[in-house]
């Protein structure tokens, strides 16, 4: 009966309530899996009632499709070289091969520890405060650092032109900027930390948007 089968996904759409976890997929994924995992148990057990459109929901693709590949040509002009010359990347062949060393292949260290940005959640605007206590309580987060925990010059860009702060000391120019780090004792705990950093603003301007309204 397709209507008892419908009211069986309402049901099971209300009641599934994943975790928000950092180091998991999103709850959005997770409950569409469960419900995923549910039909397909349904196309099982109903066998040869299933429309033949529907049956391939109990297969396993991997081992129906074949072995895909493709590839891209361009065409080039010898007299422009080096100019639009193909080259191989450098990496390529450390990449292909799985030789290339990432950081997630290195294994933990004793008693390593790990950072996360804060961010800032508003743009053109100033810093009225940053409170990191509710951040600190958590148990494993070890520290909380911006502008102030740094002795030398608080900028990333000091031989260039312009300047670029690490961390924002009063103005901020952008959402997303680096407003200070969360060190914790792992990935997990140094994100949740992160997020529970508040931060108070003032002068709140219209973001700037486009290079027009920059120049004028």
Known sequence: DPKVIKELFAILAKETDPDEKIEEPSREYRAGLVEALLYKFLIMALGDSVPDSKKSGTQDLRFLRPLQQG?????????????????????????????????NDIPALHNEVHAAMVVSTQANCDIE????????????????????????????TSHKKFDEPL???????????????????????????????DITYKNKKTPILSIKEALN
């Open 71 to 103: 590839s891209q040509e361009y065409k080039t002009d010898p007299k422009l070289y080096p100019v639009n010359k193909p080259v191989e990347k450098l990496e390529a062949t450390l990449q292909c091969s799985g030789e290339a060393e990432y950081i």
């Open 129 to 156: 405060s940053v409170d990191p206590s509710k951040a600190l309580s958590i148990q494993g987060v070890i520290d909380y650092v911006d502008h102030k925990d740094i002795p030398g010059l608080n900028n990333v």
């Open 167 to 197: 961390f924002v000391t009063d103005h901020v120019y952008y959402a997303g900027q680096a407003v200070g780090v969360i060190v914790a004792e792992s990935f997990e705990i140094a994100h949740k930390a992160s997020r529970m950093v």
